[in-house]
């Protein structure tokens, strides 16, 4: 009974394998052919894929539009929808996107996409010689915004979190490292990032999702969440400066990224301190969703650990 079992779970877990697969493989053909047309081509399929997401498949659709309504109470339920809307076709902007990074080969390839104004970086870290911790959110395309960074400025190393689906998370990353970047899985993320930092190298967090591990509380968006300290435990650790990242869409088509450096002069490695750079990033996340909430990954529960 045990063997037959065991058999059956052997067999369960090779069609999970060849399905994830099949999966990766059908995510980079797609990435062929939207490499194959023009940009403005492949971003009119993307409104269209966010649409029949949004629309049709209703993805997260009730989270995403009760999500909007509690942040934006002043707002009508058709105005929480044209943002939804929005949002939607923002996202598979993004994801398609990425399927293009081949395609971004040198400077001029990522000047036609991103504008990035790095100065406060090279102020902030005596120009690139000190390491540093760059902070941003899933909002714009962050994607390409680390991309950007690298090409622009000075190479990274991304805190990813390994996705379920192996062979997705292999290309994902062959694609995230393409121009200099590289990635570091969020178990091994502690140890790495201070050598790194120590090292003069720059760690780059995405610092807005739920932690499930969290022991910190507080305000995001007017809602009691947890707070992500992992980029401050970073900077105050390592005494390196600590920037925050904001990539939006900009109306001549390309992205705009805006860098801060965010105040950490006045602090040291101690609870009380980490605790007041937290409360700083995250003031400066929300009045970026604030400002422009059509960016921003609404499709995620933020507020579920709280």
Request: hydrophobic residues 45%; proline residues 3%; glycine residues 6%.
């Amino acid at each position: 009974m045990v063997e037959l079992t065991s058999k059956k779970d052997d067999r369960l877990r090779r069609l999970s394998r060849s399905a994830e697969t099949l999966i990766a493989w059908a995510v980079m053909l797609l990435g062929v052919l939207l490499r194959a047309v023009s940009r403005p081509a492949a971003m009119r399929f993307a409104d269209l894929a966010g649409d029949a997401i949004h629309h049709v498949v209703g993805l997260r659709r009730d989270l995403v539009y009760r999500n909007l309504a509690l942040t934006f109470p002043e707002k009508s339920q058709e105005e929480v929808r044209r943002i939804a809307t929005v949002v939607y076709r923002n996202i598979t902007r993004t994801f398609i996107d990425v399927l293009r990074f081949p395609l971004i080969r040198e400077q001029a390839d990522i000047d036609a996409l991103v504008d990035m104004d790095v100065s406060p970086f090279w102020q902030g870290t005596e120009n690139g010689r000190k390491g540093a911790v760059m902070l941003s959110a899933h909002y714009g395309n962050w994607e390409l915004m680390a991309m950007a960074f690298g090409m622009k400025a000075k190479p990274m190393t991304i805190i990813v979190k390994e996705l379920t689906n192996k062979a997705l998370d292999e290309a994902m990353n062959r694609f995230r490292t393409l121009n200099g970047n590289s990635i570091v899985y969020q178990g091994d993320a502690v140890r790495e990032g201070l050598r790194l930092l120590n090292e003069g190298g720059v760690l780059a967090i995405l610092a807005d999702q739920s932690d499930p591990g969290a022991s910190a509380y507080g305000d995001f968006l007017g809602r009691r969440a947890t707070m992500f300290q992992g980029a401050a435990v970073f900077a105050l650790r390592a005494k390196v400066p600590l920037f925050v990242g904001m990539c939006r869409h900009a109306e001549n088509g390309h992205y705009r990224v805006d860098v801060r450096e965010i105040e950490t002069a006045d602090l040291k490695f101690c609870r009380e301190d980490i605790e007041t750079l937290t409360i700083r990033y995250t003031n400066v996340l929300e009045e970026y969703i604030y400002r422009w909430p059509e960016e921003w990954f609404w499709l995620h529960n933020r507020w579920k650990n709280a």
